[in-house]
Structure formats: C-alpha cells, structure tokens
T-cell receptor, first 113, second 112 residues
Framework: EAGVVQSPRYKIIEKKQPVAFWCNPISGHNTLYWYLQNLGQGPELLIRYENEEAVDDSQLPKDRFSAERLKGVDSTLKIQPAELGDSAVYLC???????????FGPGTRLTVL | GENVEQHPSTLSVQEGDSAVIKCTYSDSASNYFPWYKQELGKGPQLIIDIRSNVGEKKDQRIAVTLNKTAKHFSLHITETQPEDSAVYFCAAYNFGNEKLTFGTGTRLTIIP
C-alpha cells in the first residue's frame, strides 16, 4: 500500500512569490494534517481536516497561508506571498480518524531566498 | 496549551550500548504518548507508543516508560545498532482537544 505522497519534494522560490504544496493521503484515511517543521524542531500542526472540513486551523497564519481539501481526499497548502521565515519542511500526514496513528509523508523542503 | 520538553538534544552511544531519551509534558489531560523516528529526508515514523493507563511497554529492543504523576516519559533503546541513528521525537496527545504536541527532538548517533 502506498504511503502519504507529497510533491514537490523541494522548492526554491524568491520572497514574495506564491508557492503550493500537494498531498495525497493514504487511501481510506479521512483525517489529513499539515505540519510545519523548522530546522532542529519537532513538527507543529498548521491545519487538520476531517474529510473536507477544516476542524482545526487555529495555528494557520491566515494572512498568507491557505489550504483546501476538495472532495475530502487530496489537499493543497498555499503560501502567498512567501517570506524568508517560511523556509522549512512542510509535512503532510493522514490517519483513519483523529484518534489513530498518523502516517507522515516525506515532506516538502521550502527555501525562500 | 501543551508543552513537551525533550532531552538530550544530541546523543552519541557506542554500538551495542543503550540509549535513553527523556521527555516531560505539562498538560495532565494528555493521555497518549507516541515516539517517532525521523531519518534524513523522510517524515517521522511511529516506533512505539504508550497510553496513560500503562506504565511500561516493550517491543523487542525498544521500551517506553511513563510516570503520569511526574509527567515524565522515556524511550529506551537497548543493543543499539547503526541503523538506529536518526532523530527521535516524543509527543503528547490530548484526546480532549485532539492535539498532538511534539518535543524538539534528539539526534541519536550510533558509533560503530
């Protein structure tokens, strides 16, 4: 069975440019998470979806970050405009319900110049 | 909110020796404590977990202990091997607000 798929794996952009990350969760997993992982730190939750509904987006900086999960499967996380401080790894995870094990994708490493 | 502290930040042990990583948490409502292993270029992978009604759990060379009173939990790896080299994260989960809070990680290096 395929794991969580993320693309791109790496992205380098100039500051003020927009960027988007894509995530395909494990088949059948209705809960999807986006995490931010700064260098040398643990992942921090940005947003959690139950099916297509964002049930926890309290940590998402809504002035520049947005996310969507159309049809309750794939998800896209967008940053517009990107800032230097956004350089980090963006991890997607999925689970069968929020009480079960979270499976992580390999992440997208973003570098903002 | 929950705060999880993890020590040490780096740990080097000789192959075959044991490694211990310790974490503390602040929210007494947290009741599930997973440990993740993250290898270079990969996402975190669950290696063992423990629930608040259990004091110790073991899976082959890996064991986790939990002291709810002191809000401490620890990961023990015995007979370490080179493939154990990675970054390890502890985490605390609160079933009430459904939030998983990670520690800051421990970079474990096994010296052959």
């Amino acid at each position: 069975e395929a794991g969580v798929v993320q693309s791109p794996r790496y992205k380098i952009i100039e500051k003020k440019q927009p960027v988007a990350f894509w995530c395909n969760p494990i088949s059948g997993h209705n809960t999807l998470y986006w995490y931010l992982q700064n260098l040398g730190q643990g992942p921090e939750l940005l947003i959690r979806y139950e099916n297509e509904e964002a049930v926890d987006d309290s940590q998402l900086p809504k002035d520049r970050f947005s996310a969507e999960r159309l049809k309750g499967v794939d998800s896209t996380l967008k940053i517009q405009p990107a800032e230097l401080g956004d350089s980090a790894v963006y991890l997607c995870a999925s689970s069968q319900g929020s009480y079960n094990e979270q499976f992580f994708g390999p992440g997208t490493r973003l570098t903002v110049l | 909110g929950e705060n999880v502290e993890q020590h040490p930040s780096t740990l080097s042990v000789q192959e075959g020796d044991s490694a211990v990583i310790k974490c503390t948490y602040s929210d007494s409502a947290s009741n599930y404590f997973p440990w993740y292993k993250q290898e270079l270029g990969k996402g975190p992978q669950l290696i063992i977990d423990i629930r608040s009604n259990v004091g110790e759990k073991k899976d082959q060379r890996i064991a986790v202990t939990l002291n709810k009173t002191a809000k401490h939990f620890s990961l023990h790896i015995t007979e370490t091997q080179p493939e154990d080299s990675a970054v390890y994260f502890c985490a605390a989960y609160n079933f009430g607000n459904e939030k998983l809070t990670f520690g800051t990680g421990t970079r474990l290096t096994i010296i052959p």
